[in-house]
Nanobody, 120 residues
Framework: QVQLVESGGGLVQPGGSLRLSCAASGSIFSINAMGWYRQAPGKQRELVAANTSGGSTNYADSVKGRFTISRDNAENTVYLQMNSLKPEDTAVYYC??????????????WGQGTQVTVSS
C-alpha cells in the first residue's frame, strides 16, 4: 500500500501564490510519474502538471508560465508552486502518483485533494 499526504491549499487573493506538496510513503520500489490534477465545481478533473521519472514535464496551457512542478526523489515528494493565481484556478487539487510497488506491479494513486480558492 502507498499513502499520499497533500498539504498547502488555502485561500489566496488574485495574484498571490501557494505551494502544494504531496508526500508518498509505503511499499514503493520506484516512482514513475508524479503530477497534479484539479477539479472545479461542475467540471471534469483536468491535468495541471506532470513530471515523469525521466524528467519530462507537461503543463496545461492555462498554467504555463505561472505554475512550476518539481519533485524531491529522496523524499518521494512532489510540489506545485503556483504564482499569479487567478480566480479560475479555484478548484480541488489532487496529487497523482504512478509507482512500481515492492511486489513489482505498477499502481496509480490519488491524493485526498486540497482546496485552493482564489478570491478577493
Amino acid at each position: 500500500q502507498v499513502q499520499l499526504v497533500e498539504s498547502g491549499g488555502g485561500l489566496v487573493q488574485p495574484g498571490g501564490s501557494l505551494r502544494l506538496s504531496c508526500a508518498a510513503s509505503g511499499s514503493i520500489f520506484s516512482i514513475n510519474a508524479m503530477g497534479w490534477y484539479r477539479q472545479a465545481p461542475g467540471k471534469q478533473r483536468e491535468l495541471v502538471a506532470a513530471n515523469t521519472s525521466g524528467g519530462s514535464t507537461n503543463y496545461a496551457d492555462s498554467v504555463k508560465g505561472r505554475f512550476t512542478i518539481s519533485r524531491d526523489n529522496a523524499e518521494n515528494t512532489v510540489y506545485l508552486q503556483m504564482n499569479s493565481l487567478k480566480p479560475e484556478d479555484t478548484a480541488v487539487y489532487y496529487c497523482s502518483v504512478m509507482v512500481t510497488a515492492t511486489d513489482g506491479y505498477e499502481y496509480h494513486y490519488w491524493g485526498q485533494g486540497t482546496q485552493v480558492t482564489v478570491s478577493s
